[in-house]
C-alpha cells in the first residue's frame, strides 16, 4: 500500500475515533495528532541537505520534512539536519527522502 493510502486510511481513522491503523506490511501506526500536518503532496525543496553541501560533509540518508518539503540529513549524518529543522521551525513531521515507506513525529519520538 502507498504512504499517502496509508496515511489517509489512519486520518480517517483517528476521525472516526480510533486509535490506531493496521496499514503497511502490517505495521501499527501509533495515534498522534500531528498527522494532519503533513501534506503527502509536498515536492522536496532540493535532492541532498543543503546544509552539509555547504559544509562539506555528506549525509548518510536524507529525510523530507512534510510540512515544507526541506530536505536534510537523517541522525546518523554528523550534521543531523532533519532535526534542527524540527527545533527551529517545530513542523514535526517527516519522511525518508528515498528509502523506506514510513513518517517520523518529532513531538511523539515515534514512527507512523
Known amino acids: ?3 499517502q493510502d496509508c496515511a489517509a486510511r ?3 481513522s483517528i476521525r472516526a475515533g480510533g486509535s490506531s ?3 503497511f506490511k502490517g505495521a501499527s501506526m501509533t495515534k498522534c495528532e500531528h498527522l494532519h500536518l503533513a501534506n503527502l503532496k509536498v515536492k522536496p ?6 546544509e552539509c553541501v555547504a559544509l562539506g560533509q555528506s549525509p548518510v540518508e ?4 512534510l510540512v515544507c ?6 541522525d546518523s549524518s554528523p550534521g543531523r539536519h532533519a532535526t534542527k529543522h524540527f527545533q ?10 528515498k528509502s523506506g515507506n514510513w513518517m517520523w513525529c518529532y513531538v511523539h519520538q515515534a514512527y507512523m
Not at 525543496?45 to 543543503?50: A, D, E, L, Y
Not at 536524507?62 to 520534512?65: A, D, G, N, S
Open 88 to 97: 527551529e521551525t517545530g513542523h514535526p513531521m517527516m519522511k525518508p527522502l
Open 1 to 3: 500500500m502507498r504512504i
Open 62 to 65: 536524507l529525510r523530507m520534512c
Open 69 to 74: 518539503g526541506n530536505v536534510a540529513c537523517c
Open 45 to 50: 525543496s532540493s535532492r541532498t541537505c543543503k
Open 21 to 23: 491503523n493496521r496499514c
Open 10 to 12: 489512519f486520518a480517517e
